[in-house]
C-alpha cells in the first residue's frame, strides 16, 4: 500500500461529499425560497423546515470545505522510525481477537471508509482517543483505550 495514493483517496472522498453537499444546499434552499412553500397560516412550516435544513446542510457543506483544505495541506511523509506514529501515517492494527484493521491517521475527515484495491482503510483523527493513543507509537506497540466502559487493546502490526 502506498499512502499517497490514501491520500489522494481521501482528497477525492471529500471532493465528492462537498459536490454532493453543495447539490443538498441549493435543493433545501430553492425548496425554502419556493413561493408555494409561503406559509398561510402558522401551522403551514414546510417553508421554514426547509430553511433549517439548508442552514444544516450549509454548515455540513463548511466542515467537509474545512476538512478538504486541511487534508490538500497535508504534506504525506515517510515513516521515521524514531518518531513512531504521527500524523499521515498508513497503519495496520489487530484487535484481541486477531482481526486487523488499516487505519490513516488523517488531520481531519475522520470515519472515512476508504477502498485501496480491495483492502478497506478507515480514517481517523489524533482527536479520537484510537488516535490519541497511536501518536508516538511503533510497530510491536500496544495501545489500549476505553470506549463505552469497555477497554479495548489494539497491536500495531505494521506502520507506513
Known amino acids: 500500500m502506498h499512502k499517497n495514493t490514501v491520500h489522494q483517496l481521501i482528497l477525492e472522498a471529500l471532493r465528492a461529499d462537498l459536490a454532493m453537499t453543495a447539490r443538498a444546499v441549493h435543493t433545501a434552499y430553492e425548496a425554502a425560497t419556493h413561493e408555494e ?77 476508504l477502498d485501496l484495491h480491495g483492502q478497506s482503510i478507515t480514517t481517523i483523527t489524533p482527536r479520537s482517543p484510537l488516535g490519541h493513543s497511536l501518536l508516538g507509537k511503533f510497530a510491536g506497540d500496544e495501545v489500549e483505550i476505553l470506549v463505552g466502559g469497555t477497554r479495548q487493546q489494539f497491536t500495531v502490526i505494521e506502520v507506513l
Do not use: H
Open 37 to 113: 412553500n409561503v406559509p398561510e397560516n402558522k401551522y403551514d412550516t414546510l417553508g421554514l423546515e426547509a430553511s433549517y435544513l439548508a442552514a444544516g446542510q450549509a454548515r455540513r457543506m463548511e466542515e467537509i470545505s474545512q476538512a478538504l483544505q486541511v487534508c490538500q495541506n497535508l504534506v504525506v511523509r515517510a515513516y521515521d522510525a524514531q518518531r513512531g506514529i504521527e500524523i499521515g501515517a498508513l497503519l495496520c492494527l489487530e484487535d484481541a481477537q486477531e482481526r486487523v484493521q488499516w487505519l490513516f491517521l488523517a488531520p481531519d475527515a475522520a470515519g472515512l471508509k
